[in-house]
Each structure stands twice: as structure tokens, then as C-alpha cells.
């Protein structure tokens, strides 16, 4: 996994708490978020064929306009988070052996963000959706609002506050 990189051994930092290399980080890093991925890609995969099979049934004839539209949003944002969630495996597969795996690492870190920004957005259209089927209009309204405010809160507030409290980390 670590693509064959030498580099030398160091000392850990003070505040580090690991005696590692830069490259077993590199090799913890990459492992962690492939993990981290394989979680996500699922979610996003079932998210997707349950999307793609809407427009086939019956009852999507009824769908107005301003619903398709954000049926179209959810269905790009969800494709556009399976392109990202799943491009760190193409880098790492092109770039293997090339000495590049904090390339890698890194744009994986980056690819992973915005998979997961288009996810809360896809999951949040799927949610108004629904809700706007089944109770209507301002439900599905008070239901996107609310699911927005969950995932800002849950994966964007609550870890960077985290984060601006803690020592940053390589």
C-alpha cells in the first residue's frame, strides 16, 4: 500500500503520539479514508438506484415541474458525490508505484469532501422529495430546512469546532 516510497525514519513530535514515518502516516492516512469510502460509496450506491428507478414508476407523471427539477438536482448531485467518492481509486490506480501516494492521499482527502457535500445535498433533495409527496408541499420545505441544518451541524460545525480546538495533526 505504501507505493514503494523511501522515506526515512524520524522522531515522533512532542505532540504527534505516534512513532511512525512519513510514509506509514501516508499509509495510515490512505488506508483510513478508503475505509472511510467504502462506508459512504454503499450509501451513495443504493441512494442513486433508488433515484434512477422515480422516473420509470407511474406516479412521477404527477410530479410538477418544480419537483422534477429538484428531482434532477438530487439525481446530478448524487452521480456528482459517487464521482468524487470514488476517484481516489482511480488516482491511487494510476498513480501506483509513481512515488505519489501524498499526491494521492491529499487529492483523496479533498475528493472526499466534496463527495460528501453532494451527498447531504442529494440526501437532502431526496428527503424533500418524499416528504413533499406524502404530506406536501411545506412539509417537504420544513423537512429540506431541517435536513440541511442536521448535516451543517453534524458534519461541517461540530467537527471544525472540534478541529479549531485540538493541535493540528499531519
Given at each position: 500500500?505504501h507505493?514503494?516510497?523511501?522515506?526515512?525514519?524520524?522522531?515522533?513530535?512532542?505532540?504527534?503520539?505516534?512513532?511512525?514515518?512519513?510514509?506509514?502516516?501516508?499509509?495510515?492516512?490512505?488506508?483510513?479514508?478508503?475505509?472511510?469510502?467504502?462506508?459512504?460509496?454503499?450509501?451513495?450506491?443504493?441512494?442513486?438506484?433508488?433515484?434512477?428507478?422515480?422516473?420509470?414508476?407511474p406516479?412521477?407523471?404527477?410530479?410538477?415541474?418544480?419537483?422534477?427539477?429538484?428531482?434532477?438536482?438530487?439525481?446530478?448531485?448524487?452521480?456528482?458525490?459517487?464521482?468524487?467518492?470514488?476517484?481516489?481509486?482511480?488516482?491511487?490506480?494510476?498513480?501506483?508505484?509513481?512515488?505519489?501516494?501524498?499526491?494521492?492521499?491529499?487529492?483523496?482527502?479533498?475528493?472526499?469532501?466534496?463527495?460528501?457535500?453532494?451527498?447531504?445535498?442529494?440526501?437532502?433533495?431526496?428527503?424533500?422529495?418524499?416528504?413533499?409527496?406524502?404530506?406536501?408541499d411545506?412539509?417537504?420545505?420544513?423537512?429540506?430546512?431541517?435536513?440541511?441544518?442536521?448535516?451543517a451541524?453534524?458534519?461541517?460545525?461540530?467537527?471544525?469546532?472540534?478541529?479549531?480546538?485540538?493541535?493540528?495533526?499531519?
Amino acid at each position: 500500500m505504501h507505493d514503494d516510497e523511501n522515506t526515512s525514519a524520524r522522531p515522533p513530535r512532542p505532540d504527534e503520539g505516534r512513532d511512525e514515518t512519513e510514509l506509514e502516516r501516508l499509509d495510515r492516512n490512505w488506508a483510513s479514508l478508503i475505509q472511510e469510502l467504502r462506508v459512504v460509496q454503499t450509501g451513495v450506491q443504493f441512494l442513486i438506484g433508488a433515484l434512477l428507478l422515480l422516473p420509470f414508476q407511474p406516479e412521477f407523471a404527477v410530479v410538477s415541474q418544480q419537483m422534477r427539477t429538484l428531482y434532477l438536482v438530487t439525481v446530478c448531485a448524487a452521480f456528482g458525490a459517487t464521482v468524487f467518492l470514488v476517484a481516489p481509486v482511480s488516482w491511487h490506480r494510476i498513480l501506483f508505484r509513481r512515488h505519489r501516494l501524498g499526491n494521492v492521499v491529499s487529492a483523496a482527502h479533498r475528493c472526499a469532501m466534496a463527495g460528501v457535500a453532494l451527498l447531504g445535498i442529494a440526501l437532502t433533495g431526496a428527503l424533500v422529495l418524499v416528504v413533499d409527496v406524502v404530506a406536501g408541499d411545506v412539509a417537504g420545505v420544513v423537512a429540506g430546512v431541517a435536513a440541511a441544518l442536521l448535516f451543517a451541524a453534524a458534519w461541517l460545525i461540530a467537527p471544525w469546532r472540534w478541529r479549531a480546538r485540538s493541535h493540528p495533526h499531519p
